[in-house]
């Protein structure tokens, strides 16, 4: 998976934040380690742009995908 977190970079990492609560918790408390954790060096740039994402923002929109429409394959 450290693999994957390298070549696809934020794509992994919002996916993973997204669809791993235990790791998303551990991006909000502890971002350099939970960026250690699949591979990503944590520079500080990327710690600064983690901690201004608006937290409440994501989830409402993840949650808006759970009990809206569907996107179908055509």
Known sequence: MEDQAKSFGFEY???KALFDPAFAQELLQDPA???ESIGIEPTPELIEALQ???VDSIVEVAQAFE???QVRQV
């Open 52 to 54: 201004k994402v608006d």
């Open 67 to 69: 009990t809206g429409p």
């Open 33 to 35: 380690r939970a960026l």
């Open 13 to 15: 990492l919002a996916g």
